[in-house]
């Protein structure tokens, strides 16, 4: 079965710092990886997603994410964080592009002045 | 622009009422699903549908049903609404050649 880790519950970033979302996940082949953005009281917006082929995806407003294999990971990246960019940051897998998902628990985001 | 629309932003119904959540997409997707999103818990899947008529449980189906009898509408239904399905209710769909699930806003459902 899939299952998705995401170990940081709350992360707290100065504005124009960088930022890494740590994602770890959980699946016996190729997996279908995505990463979802939710701002207060509104619905998911897709981020970027890797399906196959270069492992360093870009996505929207800036974020990039690595796939790495070998550490069942694909974490996102941001080279300098915005206080819009304050949210809280889903990461997902599926077996399939058009199957149900299995999210992580969600990272939230905090970004101070 | 593609929509994933649910019918309430905001719903308050009683404990024990029949509780229908809708949601419609425009864009020919075949694939819908419905997750209830809690604090702490991230989002579960409820049903999902691959088809006008199919549905299969999810990873939480109890307590719920939901019906597919339009290709564009999936419907969430609380037969016996209770206190612990107080919660926000996330529609999705995502097409045969697409790339990415497009959600709703999200309804937020309290029982009281």
């Known amino acids: 079965a899939q299952s998705v880790t995401q170990p940081d519950i709350h992360i707290t970033v100065s504005e124009g710092a960088s930022l890494e979302l740590r994602c770890n996940y959980s699946?016996?082949?190729?997996?279908?990886l995505f990463w979802y953005v939710q701002s207060p009281g509104q619905g998911l917006q897709l981020l970027l997603k890797y399906f196959s082929g270069d492992t360093l995806v870009q996505g929207i407003k800036g974020f990039e994410a690595e796939f790495k294999r070998s550490q069942s990971s694909f974490n996102l990246r941001k080279p300098s964080v915005h206080w819009s960019d304050a949210a809280e940051y889903f990461c997902?897998?599926?077996?399939?592009?058009?199957?149900?998902?299995?999210f992580g628990k969600g990272t939230s985001l905090l970004v101070t002045p | 622009d593609v929509k994933v629309t649910q019918s309430s932003r905001y719903l308050v119904k009683r404990t024990g009422e029949k509780v229908f959540l809708e949601c419609v997409q425009d864009?020919?997707?075949?694939?819908m699903f419905w997750y209830r999103q809690d604090p702490g818990l991230g989002l579960r899947l409820i049903y999902f549908s691959y088809d006008v008529k199919m549905k299969e449980k999810g990873d939480i189906p109890e307590g719920y049903s939901v019906s597919r009898e339009k290709k564009e509408r999936f419907s969430l239904i609380l037969e016996s609404a209770s206190t612990n399905q107080t919660s926000m209710y996330l529609c999705?769909?995502?097409?045969?050649?697409?790339?990415?699930?497009?959600f709703g806003s999200g309804t937020r459902l309290t029982v009281v």
């Open positions: 864009m020919d997707h075949e694939n």
């Open positions: 999705a769909s995502v097409g045969g050649g697409s790339r990415g699930y497009t």
């Open positions: 997902a897998v599926g077996a399939n592009s058009g199957y149900a998902l299995n």
């Open positions: 699946y016996g082949a190729t997996p279908y």
